[in-house]
């Protein structure tokens, strides 16, 4: 199939391409990687009258540290960020989120950015960012704002950026002390849409006690999910079965699947509770030092 027609522009500044969109208001639409939206006009689920080509924009290509942050520009391709050994050694669960994305070939086109503001609810950059508790950098003619990821994500393809933004850096704070972290997804096949996934990352005391827990589930919302009641059961506790049994209880009450042709609602809400502890258990082990 074939997109309908459209305008197509390739600014070379920011200013231009927020001039762009200023002036197209929602008949423009920006495209990066295009690894999401170049299907979906392929099927006339979106049909805008003009593409913003933000490829010259080389100031929106990085990855740095700096002081206790680690900055994405958001058109870094997601294949550097997956081979960077300043995300391995200061996010790790970036890094092992960012395989599950399709093929080497879809990560060497598709960008940071692109993912994060598609917003699929079972992508992998959302929930990893989530767990991290990064925070996106969006800008447009008049300001800059700063979105936490849990205010960003608003429902399904949908997200906290209005028509004249471009989201232009990531931020994650790099955690201190002893870090577990663990990413995992299930899907028909590699390369697919995870049909449920799930991230963890905390830390630990000296006496193996948990200080601070986020785990995040893909794939049973609209949106990726926080579970806050993670931290509120397993905080200043060690890890133990009994403690993950409550955990699963408390994710089967607050999450809300929907059966579609992957998968029926109880097959998610399985693969949750499965995907849950397997996470907690891993990350546990790496804060012990024991993988």
Do not use: W
């Amino acid at each position: 199939m074939k997109p309908a027609k459209f305008d197509y522009y390739k600014p070379n500044t920011l200013n231009e391409a927020l001039s762009l969109l200023e002036e197209l208001g929602e008949n423009g639409k920006i495209i990066a990687g295009g690894q999401s939206l170049v299907p979906i006009m392929n099927m006339r689920l979106a049909t805008p009258e003009a593409l913003i080509d933000i490829n010259n924009l080389e100031d929106l290509h990085y990855i740095k540290k700096e002081d206790s942050m680690i900055k994405i520009g958001a058109l870094t391709r997601q294949r550097i960020v997956e081979t960077s050994d300043i995300i391995r050694e200061n996010c790790g669960l970036l890094a092992d989120s960012i395989p599950h994305i399709g093929h080497v070939q879809t990560r060497n086109r598709g960008t940071i950015g692109g993912s994060l503001v598609h917003a699929d609810p079972t992508a992998e950059l959302p929930l990893a960012l989530l767990a991290l508790k990064g925070t996106l950098h969006i800008s447009s003619s008049d300001e800059v704002r700063v979105v936490e990821a849990e205010d960003f994500f608003i429902t399904y393809l949908t997200t906290d950026m209005m028509p004249n933004e471009i989201l232009t850096e990531i931020q994650i704070p790099i955690m201190e002390g002893r870090v577990g972290y663990a990413f995992a997804e299930i899907a028909r096949r590699h390369g697919d849409f995870g049909i449920v996934a799930a991230a963890c990352v905390m830390t630990i005391d000296d006496n193996e006690n948990l200080e601070s827990i986020r785990l995040t589930l893909g794939g049973v919302e609209a949106i990726p999910l926080l579970v806050e009641e993670a931290e509120e059961i397993l905080k200043g506790e060690k890890v133990t079965d009994s403690l993950l049994e409550q955990i699963t209880e408390a994710v089967v009450d607050v999450i809300d699947p929907e059966s579609d042709l992957h998968a029926s609602a109880e097959y998610r809400t399985h693969l949750a509770k499965i995907l849950t502890k397997r996470v907690i258990n891993e990350a546990y082990s790496k804060a012990k030092g024991v993988i």
